[in-house]
């Protein structure tokens, strides 16, 4: 098998070669995306299996004790665990609040299943917070809209999604037919940009919320998605109707939640319902 950079400097080479037809390129970009998949979805089946729903080596914050601290759950994105939001948590953390970092088998379900298993360990951990925030990570975010399109926490606060893939990815249209698509589960394959995908079938926002998209690609992304993208999702994917505010970082859709910009703008939407002013916003969203 040929190495990761040798597969993405053949990509380069197709895109700059002329007379190379989109196959080709594509057939280049599938098997960048197939390498980075396989070894992705290895370790995160592995992950999925062993990682507790809330991470228990992670210390209570250091808080006065007549202090009642806000509560934030943190959902993670496919192929993930929840000690991946660990350095966006303990900057939540230190800007005063109770953060929960919930797991779930994103790898080993279908989004129904996965929704449940999330609105349990809500259930368990926090229903009675209020306010009860909610700070969400690629797929964590459309797990969030399923459970509160069916019922909503009665003390439900504010939402920060970080790469939402709101209305899909088209990487998904391209590859999710893919063999190679089975490691990541059979969540995966449903979050293409068509109307019967699981974006798809989920309604307008009625709560507050607020979205962090991001820009920085990469060659596999920046041939298939339209637009800026951050090589995952596309900006304009990240969209929600309903939306209160919408901004976007140069990173990549991996690093999102290791921002300290994205950290500090999340604190900001919890507070205030609306990112900084100085904040990026899409020409047309000031």
Not at 33 to 44: P, Q, T
Not at 183 to 201: C, N
Not at 258 to 276: C, I
């Amino acid at each position: 098998m040929r190495s990761g950079s040798s597969l993405v400097s053949s990509v380069v080479s197709a895109r700059l070669s002329p007379g190379n037809g989109r196959n080709h390129w594509l057939l280049a970009a599938g098997a960048v995306l197939a390498v980075a998949a396989a070894f992705v979805a290895k370790a995160a089946l592995a992950t999925d299996r062993d990682s507790p729903t809330a991470d228990p080596t992670r210390p209570a914050p250091n808080l006065a004790a007549d202090a009642e601290p806000e509560t934030i759950v943190m959902l993670h994105g496919l192929a993930r665990g929840p000690r991946s939001m660990t350095i966006l948590a303990d900057r939540l953390e230190a800007s005063g609040y109770r953060v929960i970092m919930l797991g779930y088998p994103s790898t080993q379900a279908e989004p129904a299943a996965l929704v449940s298993h999330v609105r349990d360990e809500i259930a368990q951990c926090c229903v009675e917070a209020a306010p009860l925030h909610f700070v969400t990570y690629s797929l964590g975010s459309l797990l969030l809209r399923a459970m509160l399109a069916e019922e909503a926490p009665a003390g439900l606060g504010r939402v920060v999604m970080l790469g939402p893939p709101n209305q899909g990815s088209e990487l998904v249209d391209e590859f999710g037919a893919w063999s190679v698509f089975r490691l990541l589960g059979p969540t995966a394959a449903q979050l293409g940009t068509g109307a019967e995908s699981f974006p798809g079938r989920l309604g307008a926002a009625d709560f507050e919320v607020g979205i962090i998209a991001g820009t920085r690609g990469n060659p596999v992304g920046n041939a298939i998605i339209p637009g800026d993208s951050d090589g995952t999702v596309g900006v304009e994917r990240a969209r929600l109707e309903g939306m209160d505010d919408f901004i976007t970082v140069e990173h990549s859709h991996t690093f999102l939640m290791r921002s300290e910009r994205v950290a500090a703008e999340t604190v900001h939407f919890l507070q205030n319902g609306r990112f900084s002013a100085d904040a990026s916003r899409p020409e047309g969203d000031e």
